[in-house]
């Protein structure tokens, strides 16, 4: 059974830093894109970033770019997300996700992602 574990969330105050960790087990994802979502409290669920199997590709979204970096573990099963000055709207559930078989990002709403995780809450206070 593929589970996909995320940690690292928290309450923390806006321009602090948090770094999120999802390791996965069942199976290795070393050879499939890996990423982060978010749902805010009454939002629909929104991408934030990917990695491709290498590394070599990273993508993110407007809001996060420049604040967030995404990084990944082949040898750990782990996916990780930096997230620097953190602001009020960052407030979500972080959910990491894997692809099932895409090697890179895909552009639709999932992501071409396949296994969700079961989030981890930042709250980050004003």
């Known amino acids: 059974q593929v589970q996909l574990v995320e940690s690292g969330g928290g309450l923390v105050q806006a321009g602090d830093s948090l770094r999120l960790s999802c390791t996965a087990s069942?199976?290795?994802?070393?050879?499939?894109?890996m990423g982060w979502f978010r749902q805010a409290a009454g939002k629909e669920r929104e991408f934030v970033a990917a990695i491709s199997v290498s590394g070599g590709s990273t993508y993110y979204s407007d809001s996060v770019k420049g604040r967030f970096t995404i990084s990944r573990d082949n040898a750990k099963n782990a996916v990780y997300l930096q997230m620097n000055s953190l602001k009020p709207e960052d407030t979500a559930v972080y959910y990491c996700?894997?692809?099932?078989?895409?090697?890179?990002?895909?552009?639709?709403?999932?992501?071409?992602?396949?296994?969700w995780g079961k989030g981890t809450l930042v709250t980050v206070s004003s």
């Open positions: 996700a894997a692809s099932d078989y895409y090697s890179d990002y895909v552009p639709q709403p999932n992501g071409g992602m396949h296994y």
């Open positions: 069942g199976r290795t994802f070393s050879s499939a894109a």
